[in-house]
Nanobody, 121 residues
Framework: QVQLVESGGGLVQPGGSLRLSCAAS????????MGWYRQAPGKQRELVAD???????NYRDSVKGRFTISRDYAKNTVYLHMNSLKPEDTAAYYC???????????????WGRGTQVTVSS
């Protein structure tokens, strides 16, 4: 019922830019936070950035100054603007939303299916 649809991944050269988008849809009461995670082959999934319902943002150190996370609250959409991309940014990027289906629910995490970002010359 609830789904997160990601878009924007692809192949870029080092130093290039991409914008990832993720729209949450379905029966949703509220979304507390949204974020982007990534996972490279053989590696653990790691937080890239997240943003709360109040607009507070958090970035892992390796992307600070290069990536920007933002939300369109009316559209339940989160974006990740990625600049100055490096080969080490290559990974499958996953969208996450911490949301409540009803006012009575405990927030639960929902995940997108991932979109591949490849940074290579």
């Amino acid at each position: 019922q609830v789904q997160l649809v990601e878009s924007g991944g692809g192949l870029v050269q080092p130093g290039g830019s991409l914008r990832l988008s993720c729209a949450a849809s379905g029966s949703i009461f509220s979304i507390d936070s949204m974020g982007w995670y990534r996972q490279a082959p053989g590696k653990q999934r790691e937080l890239v950035a997240d943003i709360t319902s109040g607009g507070s943002t958090n970035y892992r150190d390796s992307v600070k100054g290069r990536f920007t996370i933002s939300r369109d609250y009316a559209k339940n959409t989160v974006y990740l603007h990625m600049n100055s991309l490096k080969p080490e940014d290559t990974a499958a990027y996953y969208c996450m939303a911490e949301l409540r289906l009803t006012i009575w629910d405990t927030p639960s995490d929902y995940w997108g299916r991932g979109t591949q970002v490849t940074v290579s010359s």
